[in-house]
Protein backbone atom coordinates (compact mmCIF):
# COMPACT_ATOMS: atom_id res chain seq x y z
CA UNK A 1 0.00 0.00 0.00
CA UNK A 2 2.94 2.42 0.35
CA UNK A 3 2.99 5.12 -1.95
CA UNK A 4 -0.75 4.59 -3.31
CA UNK A 5 -2.52 7.53 -2.59
CA UNK A 6 -5.76 5.44 -1.75
CA UNK A 7 -7.93 8.10 -0.50
CA UNK A 8 -7.78 10.20 -3.89
CA UNK A 9 -8.49 7.25 -5.63
CA UNK A 10 -11.45 6.74 -3.73
CA UNK A 11 -12.60 10.14 -4.47
CA UNK A 12 -11.59 9.68 -7.96
CA UNK A 13 -13.40 6.71 -9.09
CA UNK A 14 -16.84 8.39 -8.49
CA UNK A 15 -15.43 11.36 -9.54
CA UNK A 16 -15.16 9.52 -12.93
CA UNK A 17 -18.54 7.89 -12.61
CA UNK A 18 -20.58 10.94 -12.29
CA UNK A 19 -18.96 12.83 -15.48
CA UNK A 20 -19.49 9.31 -17.08
CA UNK A 21 -23.01 9.36 -15.89
CA UNK A 22 -23.94 12.84 -17.26
CA UNK A 23 -23.04 11.99 -20.98
CA UNK A 24 -24.91 8.66 -20.98
CA UNK A 25 -28.58 6.91 -21.31
CA UNK A 26 -30.74 6.37 -18.17
CA UNK A 27 -30.05 2.56 -18.16
CA UNK A 28 -25.94 2.73 -18.90
CA UNK A 29 -26.11 5.60 -16.14
CA UNK A 30 -27.49 2.89 -13.75
CA UNK A 31 -24.81 0.53 -14.73
CA UNK A 32 -21.88 3.03 -14.40
CA UNK A 33 -22.98 4.44 -10.90
CA UNK A 34 -23.42 0.91 -9.44
CA UNK A 35 -20.11 -0.12 -11.07
CA UNK A 36 -18.36 2.73 -9.77
CA UNK A 37 -19.74 2.65 -5.99
CA UNK A 38 -18.84 -1.02 -6.13
CA UNK A 39 -15.41 -0.26 -6.89
CA UNK A 40 -15.28 2.65 -4.23
CA UNK A 41 -16.61 -0.08 -1.77
CA UNK A 42 -13.52 -2.51 -2.47
CA UNK A 43 -11.21 0.06 -2.45
CA UNK A 44 -12.93 0.69 1.10
CA UNK A 45 -12.25 -2.66 2.06
CA UNK A 46 -8.60 -2.73 0.53
CA UNK A 47 -8.54 0.48 3.11
CA UNK A 48 -10.03 -1.32 6.16
CA UNK A 49 -7.80 -4.50 5.87
CA UNK A 50 -4.54 -2.40 5.30
CA UNK A 51 -5.58 0.20 8.62
CA UNK A 52 -2.29 -0.80 10.50
CA UNK A 53 -4.79 -1.03 14.35
CA UNK A 54 -2.22 0.17 17.47
CA UNK A 55 0.14 2.28 14.24
CA UNK A 56 0.50 5.45 14.01
CA UNK A 57 -2.44 7.72 14.63
CA UNK A 58 -2.62 9.08 10.99
CA UNK A 59 -2.72 6.63 7.91
CA UNK A 60 -2.87 6.63 4.46
CA UNK A 61 -1.85 10.39 4.78
CA UNK A 62 -1.47 12.58 1.04
CA UNK A 63 -0.19 16.00 0.88
CA UNK A 64 -0.25 18.54 -1.60
CA UNK A 65 0.66 22.48 -0.82
CA UNK A 66 -2.22 24.68 -3.31
CA UNK A 67 -1.20 28.15 -2.30
CA UNK A 68 -0.59 29.71 0.57
CA UNK A 69 -2.65 28.38 3.37
CA UNK A 70 -4.33 26.17 1.70
CA UNK A 71 -2.85 22.25 1.15
CA UNK A 72 -4.69 19.37 -0.34
CA UNK A 73 -3.54 17.18 2.75
CA UNK A 74 -5.46 14.17 3.32
CA UNK A 75 -5.24 11.04 6.00
CA UNK A 76 -7.77 8.69 8.09
CA UNK A 77 -7.80 7.54 11.91
CA UNK A 78 -9.83 4.66 13.06
CA UNK A 79 -12.98 7.24 13.58
CA UNK A 80 -12.59 8.87 10.42
CA UNK A 81 -12.37 5.01 8.43
CA UNK A 82 -15.38 3.67 9.72
CA UNK A 83 -17.53 6.28 8.83
CA UNK A 84 -16.19 6.05 5.58
CA UNK A 85 -17.19 2.43 4.89
CA UNK A 86 -20.14 3.47 6.21
CA UNK A 87 -20.40 5.79 3.42
CA UNK A 88 -19.06 3.29 0.94
CA UNK A 89 -21.18 0.63 2.49
CA UNK A 90 -24.47 2.58 1.81
CA UNK A 91 -24.02 3.58 -1.26
CA UNK A 92 -24.16 1.10 -3.49
CA UNK A 93 -27.46 -0.19 -1.51
CA UNK A 94 -29.01 3.43 -2.95
CA UNK A 95 -28.13 3.28 -5.83
CA UNK A 96 -30.28 0.15 -5.84
CA UNK A 97 -33.50 1.76 -4.08
CA UNK A 98 -33.42 3.79 -7.02
CA UNK A 99 -33.02 1.49 -10.27
CA UNK A 100 -36.66 1.43 -11.11
CA UNK A 101 -38.15 4.68 -8.77
CA UNK A 102 -35.98 7.03 -10.89
CA UNK A 103 -37.53 7.47 -13.98
CA UNK A 104 -36.81 11.39 -15.38
CA UNK A 105 -33.18 12.83 -15.47
CA UNK A 106 -31.16 9.23 -14.17
CA UNK A 107 -27.76 10.14 -15.62
CA UNK A 108 -28.03 13.76 -13.45
CA UNK A 109 -29.43 11.76 -10.47
CA UNK A 110 -26.67 9.34 -10.46
CA UNK A 111 -23.97 12.09 -11.06
CA UNK A 112 -25.57 13.58 -7.73
CA UNK A 113 -24.91 10.33 -5.27
CA UNK A 114 -21.56 9.78 -7.09
CA UNK A 115 -20.24 13.28 -6.80
CA UNK A 116 -22.14 13.10 -2.86
CA UNK A 117 -19.94 10.14 -2.24
CA UNK A 118 -16.81 12.44 -3.26
CA UNK A 119 -17.39 14.97 -1.26
CA UNK A 120 -18.44 12.53 2.05
CA UNK A 121 -15.49 10.62 2.00
CA UNK A 122 -13.15 14.26 1.48
CA UNK A 123 -15.09 15.42 4.17
CA UNK A 124 -13.79 12.80 6.78
CA UNK A 125 -10.41 12.24 5.15
CA UNK A 126 -9.62 16.11 4.89
CA UNK A 127 -6.75 17.30 7.02
CA UNK A 128 -6.60 20.83 6.30
CA UNK A 129 -9.35 22.77 8.11
CA UNK A 130 -10.31 24.81 4.69
CA UNK A 131 -10.24 21.68 2.66
CA UNK A 132 -12.66 20.10 5.07
CA UNK A 133 -15.18 22.77 4.81
CA UNK A 134 -14.88 23.00 1.44
CA UNK A 135 -15.99 19.51 1.35
CA UNK A 136 -18.29 19.96 4.26
CA UNK A 137 -20.15 22.54 2.39
CA UNK A 138 -20.30 21.37 -0.88
CA UNK A 139 -22.32 18.32 0.12
CA UNK A 140 -25.34 20.63 0.50
CA UNK A 141 -25.25 20.92 -3.32
CA UNK A 142 -26.34 17.20 -4.33
CA UNK A 143 -28.27 16.81 -1.51
CA UNK A 144 -30.10 19.77 -2.69
CA UNK A 145 -30.79 18.92 -6.30
CA UNK A 146 -31.80 15.18 -5.25
CA UNK A 147 -34.67 16.84 -2.82
CA UNK A 148 -35.16 19.69 -5.41
CA UNK A 149 -35.65 17.56 -8.75
CA UNK A 150 -36.65 14.39 -7.51
CA UNK A 151 -38.57 14.69 -4.67
CA UNK A 152 -42.19 15.52 -4.00
CA UNK A 153 -45.18 17.46 -4.23
CA UNK A 154 -43.53 19.83 -1.77
CA UNK A 155 -39.98 19.57 -2.41
CA UNK A 156 -39.17 23.22 -3.25
CA UNK A 157 -40.15 24.24 0.43
CA UNK A 158 -38.19 21.54 1.83
CA UNK A 159 -34.92 21.60 -0.28
CA UNK A 160 -34.87 25.31 0.33
CA UNK A 161 -35.24 24.96 4.47
CA UNK A 162 -32.43 22.39 4.33
CA UNK A 163 -30.52 24.60 2.74
CA UNK A 164 -30.90 27.61 4.44
CA UNK A 165 -30.83 26.19 7.95
CA UNK A 166 -27.50 24.38 7.14
CA UNK A 167 -25.82 27.26 5.48
CA UNK A 168 -26.14 29.88 8.10
CA UNK A 169 -24.41 28.31 10.97
CA UNK A 170 -21.37 26.99 9.02
CA UNK A 171 -20.69 30.64 8.03
CA UNK A 172 -19.80 31.30 11.54
CA UNK A 173 -17.91 28.52 11.40
CA UNK A 174 -15.56 30.23 8.57
CA UNK A 175 -15.03 32.85 10.43
CA UNK A 176 -13.68 31.18 13.18
CA UNK A 177 -11.47 28.79 11.12
CA UNK A 178 -10.05 32.17 9.85
CA UNK A 179 -9.18 33.51 13.18
CA UNK A 180 -7.54 30.05 14.36
CA UNK A 181 -5.38 29.79 11.57
CA UNK A 182 -4.31 33.22 12.15
CA UNK A 183 -3.78 32.52 15.79
CA UNK A 184 -1.98 28.91 15.73
CA UNK A 185 -0.42 29.87 12.08
CA UNK A 186 -1.52 26.49 10.51
CA UNK A 187 -5.01 25.02 8.33
CA UNK A 188 -3.24 21.36 9.41
CA UNK A 189 -6.03 19.72 11.54
CA UNK A 190 -3.78 17.05 13.81
CA UNK A 191 -1.50 20.02 14.91
CA UNK A 192 -5.16 22.36 15.98
CA UNK A 193 -6.16 19.23 17.72
CA UNK A 194 -3.24 19.48 20.02
CA UNK A 195 -3.36 23.28 19.84
CA UNK A 196 -3.79 25.51 23.47
CA UNK A 197 -6.05 27.63 22.38
CA UNK A 198 -6.84 30.74 25.00
CA UNK A 199 -9.87 29.60 27.21
CA UNK A 200 -11.50 32.65 26.89
CA UNK A 201 -11.57 32.75 22.77
CA UNK A 202 -12.58 28.75 23.13
CA UNK A 203 -15.84 29.65 24.23
CA UNK A 204 -16.42 31.87 21.29
CA UNK A 205 -15.27 29.17 18.92
CA UNK A 206 -16.90 26.35 20.12
CA UNK A 207 -20.67 28.92 20.02
CA UNK A 208 -19.20 29.19 16.05
CA UNK A 209 -18.53 25.72 15.10
CA UNK A 210 -22.01 24.60 17.29
CA UNK A 211 -23.69 26.98 15.24
CA UNK A 212 -23.00 24.08 12.34
CA UNK A 213 -22.58 21.24 14.19
CA UNK A 214 -25.82 21.54 16.01
CA UNK A 215 -27.88 22.25 12.98
CA UNK A 216 -25.96 18.98 10.91
CA UNK A 217 -26.88 16.58 13.85
CA UNK A 218 -29.62 17.62 14.03
CA UNK A 219 -30.28 19.05 17.67
CA UNK A 220 -33.87 20.58 19.40
CA UNK A 221 -34.99 23.26 18.14
CA UNK A 222 -32.70 23.07 15.18
CA UNK A 223 -34.39 19.51 13.75
CA UNK A 224 -37.22 21.13 11.91
CA UNK A 225 -35.43 21.02 8.70
CA UNK A 226 -35.17 17.19 9.00
CA UNK A 227 -38.80 15.69 8.84
CA UNK A 228 -39.64 17.69 5.72
CA UNK A 229 -36.42 16.85 4.35
CA UNK A 230 -37.27 13.13 4.63
CA UNK A 231 -40.60 13.17 3.66
CA UNK A 232 -39.98 14.75 0.38
CA UNK A 233 -36.63 13.12 -0.70
CA UNK A 234 -36.95 10.08 -2.87
CA UNK A 235 -35.79 6.86 -0.80
CA UNK A 236 -32.28 6.91 -1.51
CA UNK A 237 -31.68 10.49 -0.46
CA UNK A 238 -33.82 9.53 2.75
CA UNK A 239 -31.30 6.68 3.32
CA UNK A 240 -28.29 8.71 2.53
CA UNK A 241 -29.45 11.88 4.75
CA UNK A 242 -30.48 9.48 7.89
CA UNK A 243 -27.26 7.37 7.02
CA UNK A 244 -24.22 9.76 6.61
CA UNK A 245 -25.04 13.23 6.81
CA UNK A 246 -26.58 13.56 10.03
CA UNK A 247 -23.03 12.12 10.90
CA UNK A 248 -21.25 15.05 9.85
CA UNK A 249 -22.21 17.08 13.00
CA UNK A 250 -21.25 14.40 15.30
CA UNK A 251 -17.94 13.71 13.48
CA UNK A 252 -17.44 17.47 13.88
CA UNK A 253 -17.89 17.02 17.29
CA UNK A 254 -15.24 14.69 17.90
CA UNK A 255 -12.76 15.90 15.15
CA UNK A 256 -13.13 19.49 16.30
CA UNK A 257 -15.09 20.98 19.27
CA UNK A 258 -14.21 18.36 21.54
CA UNK A 259 -10.27 18.27 21.29
CA UNK A 260 -9.47 22.01 19.66
CA UNK A 261 -11.81 23.38 22.65
CA UNK A 262 -12.08 21.29 25.50
CA UNK A 263 -12.70 23.87 28.47
CA UNK A 264 -15.57 25.06 26.28
CA UNK A 265 -16.57 21.73 25.40
CA UNK A 266 -16.84 21.42 29.45
CA UNK A 267 -18.40 24.93 30.28
CA UNK A 268 -21.25 24.40 27.71
CA UNK A 269 -21.69 20.44 28.46
CA UNK A 270 -25.24 21.27 30.42
CA UNK A 271 -26.02 23.00 27.70
CA UNK A 272 -25.86 19.82 24.89
CA UNK A 273 -27.26 17.45 27.80
CA UNK A 274 -30.26 20.16 28.28
CA UNK A 275 -30.75 19.84 24.64
CA UNK A 276 -30.65 16.31 23.70
CA UNK A 277 -32.85 15.26 27.14
CA UNK A 278 -35.38 17.83 25.51
CA UNK A 279 -34.79 15.87 21.59
CA UNK A 280 -34.61 12.66 22.88
CA UNK A 281 -38.29 12.54 24.63
CA UNK A 282 -39.88 15.36 22.82
CA UNK A 283 -39.13 14.05 19.24
CA UNK A 284 -40.12 10.43 20.60
CA UNK A 285 -43.58 11.39 21.62
CA UNK A 286 -44.31 13.38 18.42
CA UNK A 287 -42.69 10.31 16.59
CA UNK A 288 -45.66 8.64 18.55
CA UNK A 289 -48.46 10.19 17.00
CA UNK A 290 -47.26 9.89 12.91
CA UNK A 291 -49.34 9.22 10.55
CA UNK A 292 -46.46 9.17 8.08
CA UNK A 293 -44.02 6.17 8.47
CA UNK A 294 -41.07 8.67 7.27
CA UNK A 295 -42.06 10.92 9.54
CA UNK A 296 -42.16 8.64 12.11
CA UNK A 297 -38.51 7.56 11.09
CA UNK A 298 -36.78 10.83 11.17
CA UNK A 299 -38.41 12.05 13.91
CA UNK A 300 -36.45 9.15 15.53
CA UNK A 301 -33.58 9.68 13.63
CA UNK A 302 -33.52 12.83 16.18
CA UNK A 303 -34.10 11.05 19.33
CA UNK A 304 -31.07 8.81 18.10
CA UNK A 305 -29.03 11.40 17.56
CA UNK A 306 -28.78 12.84 21.00
CA UNK A 307 -28.15 9.69 22.14
CA UNK A 308 -25.16 10.33 20.34
CA UNK A 309 -24.52 13.48 21.77
CA UNK A 310 -24.82 12.94 25.52
CA UNK A 311 -22.60 10.60 24.82
CA UNK A 312 -19.88 12.56 23.34
CA UNK A 313 -20.13 15.31 25.67
CA UNK A 314 -19.94 12.74 29.12
CA UNK A 315 -15.97 13.00 28.79
CA UNK A 316 -15.36 9.03 28.76
CA UNK A 317 -13.94 6.12 27.12
CA UNK A 318 -17.59 4.44 27.00
CA UNK A 319 -19.37 7.32 26.39
CA UNK A 320 -17.12 8.48 23.40
CA UNK A 321 -16.90 4.70 21.99
CA UNK A 322 -20.84 4.76 22.50
CA UNK A 323 -21.22 7.62 21.10
CA UNK A 324 -19.37 6.33 17.80
CA UNK A 325 -21.31 2.69 17.49
CA UNK A 326 -24.54 4.45 17.84
CA UNK A 327 -23.39 6.74 14.85
CA UNK A 328 -22.70 3.74 12.91
CA UNK A 329 -25.56 1.91 13.99
CA UNK A 330 -27.94 4.58 13.20
CA UNK A 331 -26.64 4.86 9.69
CA UNK A 332 -26.96 1.16 9.34
CA UNK A 333 -30.64 0.83 10.96
CA UNK A 334 -32.52 3.93 9.89
CA UNK A 335 -31.55 3.63 6.42
CA UNK A 336 -32.62 0.31 6.19
CA UNK A 337 -36.24 1.50 7.62
CA UNK A 338 -36.49 4.26 5.25
CA UNK A 339 -35.41 1.00 2.24
CA UNK A 340 -38.79 -0.37 4.35
CA UNK A 341 -40.72 2.15 3.30
CA UNK A 342 -39.42 3.02 0.00
CA UNK A 343 -39.83 -0.84 -0.71
CA UNK A 344 -44.14 -0.10 0.11
CA UNK A 345 -44.33 2.97 -1.39
CA UNK A 346 -43.06 1.74 -4.85
CA UNK A 347 -45.74 -0.60 -4.90
CA UNK A 348 -48.89 1.19 -3.23
CA UNK A 349 -47.30 5.02 -3.83
CA UNK A 350 -48.25 6.14 0.06
CA UNK A 351 -46.79 6.34 3.26
CA UNK A 352 -49.71 6.51 5.33
CA UNK A 353 -49.74 4.23 8.29
CA UNK A 354 -53.10 3.66 7.56
CA UNK A 355 -53.06 2.38 4.31
CA UNK A 356 -51.30 -1.00 5.68
CA UNK A 357 -51.91 -3.67 7.88
CA UNK A 358 -51.12 -7.74 7.67
CA UNK A 359 -48.71 -7.68 5.46
CA UNK A 360 -46.83 -10.76 7.02
CA UNK A 361 -48.94 -12.47 5.31
CA UNK A 362 -48.32 -11.95 1.67
CA UNK A 363 -45.04 -9.84 2.66
CA UNK A 364 -43.35 -12.79 4.80
CA UNK A 365 -39.71 -11.84 4.09
CA UNK A 366 -40.14 -8.01 3.93
CA UNK A 367 -41.87 -8.50 7.60
CA UNK A 368 -38.75 -10.28 8.65
CA UNK A 369 -36.53 -7.81 7.35
CA UNK A 370 -38.60 -4.77 9.18
CA UNK A 371 -39.06 -6.56 12.16
CA UNK A 372 -35.22 -7.06 12.56
CA UNK A 373 -34.57 -3.42 11.47
CA UNK A 374 -37.07 -2.53 13.96
CA UNK A 375 -35.43 -4.39 17.13
CA UNK A 376 -32.47 -3.29 16.11
CA UNK A 377 -33.70 0.69 16.44
CA UNK A 378 -34.77 -0.25 20.34
CA UNK A 379 -31.57 -1.56 21.10
CA UNK A 380 -32.56 -5.20 20.95
CA UNK A 381 -29.42 -7.19 22.67
CA UNK A 382 -27.55 -8.86 19.54
CA UNK A 383 -28.35 -6.17 17.51
CA UNK A 384 -26.11 -2.98 16.71
CA UNK A 385 -28.78 -0.90 18.25
CA UNK A 386 -28.16 -2.75 21.67
CA UNK A 387 -24.30 -2.08 22.09
CA UNK A 388 -24.13 1.72 21.25
CA UNK A 389 -26.56 2.93 23.33
CA UNK A 390 -25.16 0.24 26.41
CA UNK A 391 -21.98 2.13 26.05
CA UNK A 392 -23.27 5.14 25.55
CA UNK A 393 -25.73 5.34 28.67
CA UNK A 394 -23.00 3.97 30.84
CA UNK A 395 -20.44 6.94 30.09
CA UNK A 396 -23.22 9.62 30.20
CA UNK A 397 -24.15 7.64 34.09
CA UNK A 398 -20.34 8.18 35.59
CA UNK A 399 -20.92 12.06 34.34
CA UNK A 400 -24.92 12.34 35.43
CA UNK A 401 -27.18 10.13 36.84
CA UNK A 402 -30.47 12.64 36.06
CA UNK A 403 -29.57 12.67 32.19
CA UNK A 404 -28.83 8.80 32.10
CA UNK A 405 -32.47 8.22 33.62
CA UNK A 406 -33.94 10.84 31.32
CA UNK A 407 -32.52 9.17 28.00
CA UNK A 408 -33.44 5.94 29.02
CA UNK A 409 -36.96 7.07 29.44
CA UNK A 410 -36.45 8.45 25.75
CA UNK A 411 -35.10 4.39 25.03
CA UNK A 412 -38.46 3.21 26.29
CA UNK A 413 -40.51 5.59 24.48
CA UNK A 414 -38.23 4.95 21.36
CA UNK A 415 -39.65 0.85 21.58
CA UNK A 416 -42.96 2.49 21.73
CA UNK A 417 -43.14 3.84 18.76
CA UNK A 418 -41.29 1.66 16.38
CA UNK A 419 -43.30 -1.46 18.20
CA UNK A 420 -46.36 0.46 17.94
CA UNK A 421 -45.69 1.04 14.13
CA UNK A 422 -44.49 -2.51 12.86
CA UNK A 423 -47.81 -3.73 14.81
CA UNK A 424 -49.66 -1.42 12.26
CA UNK A 425 -47.46 -2.46 9.02
CA UNK A 426 -46.82 -5.95 9.57
CA UNK A 427 -49.61 -7.33 11.69
CA UNK A 428 -53.11 -7.39 12.12
CA UNK A 429 -56.54 -8.12 9.66
CA UNK A 430 -55.84 -6.86 6.09
CA UNK A 431 -58.75 -4.55 5.91
CA UNK A 432 -56.60 -2.90 2.54
CA UNK A 433 -57.36 -4.95 -0.64
CA UNK A 434 -54.61 -3.51 -2.45
CA UNK A 435 -52.13 -3.90 0.16
CA UNK A 436 -53.02 -7.66 0.50
CA UNK A 437 -51.93 -7.99 -3.10
CA UNK A 438 -48.91 -6.26 -2.98
CA UNK A 439 -45.44 -9.00 -4.09
CA UNK A 440 -43.43 -9.96 -1.23
CA UNK A 441 -39.48 -8.20 -1.51
CA UNK A 442 -37.83 -9.06 -5.73
CA UNK A 443 -34.22 -10.11 -6.06
CA UNK A 444 -33.01 -6.52 -6.00
CA UNK A 445 -34.10 -5.52 -2.93
CA UNK A 446 -33.45 -8.42 -1.22
CA UNK A 447 -29.67 -8.04 -2.59
CA UNK A 448 -30.59 -4.10 -0.47
CA UNK A 449 -31.71 -5.36 2.71
CA UNK A 450 -29.62 -8.79 3.31
CA UNK A 451 -26.07 -7.11 3.34
CA UNK A 452 -27.47 -4.45 6.30
CA UNK A 453 -29.14 -7.19 8.16
CA UNK A 454 -26.10 -8.90 8.21
CA UNK A 455 -24.12 -5.87 9.27
CA UNK A 456 -26.31 -4.91 12.07
CA UNK A 457 -25.96 -8.56 13.03
CA UNK A 458 -22.11 -8.77 12.91
CA UNK A 459 -22.01 -5.10 14.95
CA UNK A 460 -24.12 -6.17 17.52
CA UNK A 461 -22.72 -9.81 17.85
CA UNK A 462 -19.12 -9.01 17.59
CA UNK A 463 -18.41 -5.35 17.77
CA UNK A 464 -14.97 -5.32 19.16
CA UNK A 465 -14.28 -5.44 14.86
CA UNK A 466 -15.77 -1.92 15.09
CA UNK A 467 -14.13 -0.59 18.31
CA UNK A 468 -10.77 -1.86 17.76
CA UNK A 469 -9.55 0.88 15.04
CA UNK A 470 -10.81 3.26 17.08
CA UNK A 471 -10.33 2.38 20.54
CA UNK A 472 -6.48 4.40 20.63
CA UNK A 473 -8.15 7.39 19.23
CA UNK A 474 -10.65 8.00 21.39
CA UNK A 475 -8.03 7.25 24.33
CA UNK A 476 -5.98 9.85 22.83
CA UNK A 477 -9.22 12.09 22.64
CA UNK A 478 -9.96 11.27 26.58
CA UNK A 479 -6.89 11.95 27.57
CA UNK A 480 -6.67 15.68 25.78
CA UNK A 481 -10.20 15.75 27.80
CA UNK A 482 -9.74 14.46 31.02
CA UNK A 483 -8.05 17.78 32.92
CA UNK A 484 -11.81 19.71 31.80
CA UNK A 485 -13.90 16.70 32.00
CA UNK A 486 -17.33 18.04 34.42
CA UNK A 487 -16.91 15.40 37.34
CA UNK A 488 -20.36 15.47 38.83
CA UNK A 489 -23.77 16.09 38.57
CA UNK A 490 -23.42 18.97 40.38
CA UNK A 491 -20.63 20.85 38.16
CA UNK A 492 -22.70 20.16 35.14
CA UNK A 493 -25.01 23.39 36.07
CA UNK A 494 -24.07 26.78 34.53
CA UNK A 495 -21.73 28.66 36.02
CA UNK A 496 -19.37 26.72 37.48
CA UNK A 497 -15.65 27.56 37.26
CA UNK A 498 -13.47 25.49 35.28
CA UNK A 499 -10.56 25.25 37.84
CA UNK A 500 -13.05 24.06 40.28
CA UNK A 501 -14.13 20.86 37.54
CA UNK A 502 -10.70 20.09 36.85
CA UNK A 503 -9.85 20.36 40.97
CA UNK A 504 -12.69 17.81 41.39
CA UNK A 505 -11.23 15.20 39.08
CA UNK A 506 -9.94 11.91 40.44
CA UNK A 507 -5.82 12.38 39.55
CA UNK A 508 -5.07 9.99 36.43
CA UNK A 509 -2.00 8.45 35.99
CA UNK A 510 -1.10 10.38 32.41
CA UNK A 511 1.14 8.22 31.04
CA UNK A 512 -0.63 5.93 28.60
CA UNK A 513 -2.34 9.10 27.66
CA UNK A 514 1.36 11.48 26.75
CA UNK A 515 2.56 8.04 25.24
CA UNK A 516 -0.88 8.34 22.58
CA UNK A 517 -0.03 11.53 21.67
Known sequence: ME???????????????????????ANAARWIALGATLVTFALGVVLWSNYEIGGPQWQFTERAELFAGFSYALGIDGIALLLIMLSVF??????????????????????????????????????????????????????????GVWGGDNRIYASYKFFLYTLFGSVLMLIAMFWMVAQAD???????????????????????????????????PLHTWLPDAHVQAPTAGSVILAGVLLK????????????????ASAQFAWLV???????????????????????????????????????????????????MIVMLSHGLVSGALFLCVGVIYDRLHTREIARYGGLAINMPYYALFFLLF???????????????????????????????????????????????????VAFGGQVNEDAAAMRDISAREWIMMAPIAAAVLWMGVYPESFLAPMREDIAVLEARLSAAAPASDAQLAPGTPRAEAANALPHHDNAAGEGAH
Open 3 to 25: GLPILSLMMLVPLAGALACLFSG
Open 90 to 147: LMPVCILASWEAIEKRVGEYMAAFLFMEVLMIGTFAAQDLFLFYVFFEAGLIPMYLII
Open 186 to 220: TSDIPTLMQYPFPAEAQTWLWLAFFASFAVKVPMW
Open 248 to 263: LGGYGFIRFSLPMFPE
Open 273 to 323: FALSMIAVVYTSLVALVQADMKKLIAYSSVAHMAIVTVGLFAFNVQGLEGA
Open 374 to 424: TMASIGLPGTSGFVGEFLSLAGIYQTSSLVALICTTGIILGAAYMLYLYRR
